[in-house]
C-alpha cells in the first residue's frame, strides 16, 4: 500500500527555515520522481518543487532561490528545506510521487504537515 508521512512543519517567524520530511512507502523510491505540495482552505494544492529519480529539480516561481528539495534514496525520503519564509507560505504541506508533468500520482496523500509563518 502506498503510504506518504509528512513531518516538520510548525510555527516559524517572518524569515525563518523549516525542514520538512516525508517517508514514503510502498512505491519503488528510487525509480520515482517525488513533488511537494502544499494546499490552503479553500484553495486548490498547489506544486511547490519537485524532483526526479536523477536529482534534477524544478520549484515554483513563488519559491525559487528559498526553498530546495533533495532526497535520500537509502531512506525513502524527500525533504523540502525552506529558508527566508513569508506569510504566504503558510500551509499544509504534502508529498507524493510525481509524473513528468508534476502532476501526483496517488490519491492517498497523507495527512501533511501544517507551515504556519506568523510573527
Known amino acids: 500500500q502506498v503510504q506518504f508521512v509528512e513531518s516538520g512543519g510548525g510555527l516559524v517567524q517572518p524569515g525563518g527555515s523549516l525542514r520538512l520530511s516525508c517517508a514514503a512507502s510502498g512505491i519503488i523510491f528510487s525509480n520515482s520522481a517525488m513533488g511537494w505540495y502544499r494546499q490552503v482552505p479553500g484553495k486548490q494544492r498547489e506544486s511547490v518543487a519537485g524532483?526526479?529519480?536523477?536529482?534534477?529539480?524544478n520549484y515554483a516561481d513563488s519559491v525559487k532561490g528559498r526553498f530546495t528539495i533533495s532526497r535520500d534514496n537509502a531512506k525513502n525520503t524527500v525533504y523540502l528545506q525552506m529558508n527566508s519564509l513569508k506569510p504566504e507560505d503558510t500551509a499544509v504541506y504534502y508529498c507524493n510521487a510525481r509524473d513528468w508533468r508534476g502532476r501526483p500520482l496517488y490519491d492517498n496523500w497523507g495527512q501533511g504537515t501544517q507551515v504556519t509563518v506568523s510573527s
Open positions: 524532483i526526479n529519480y536523477y536529482d534534477s529539480t
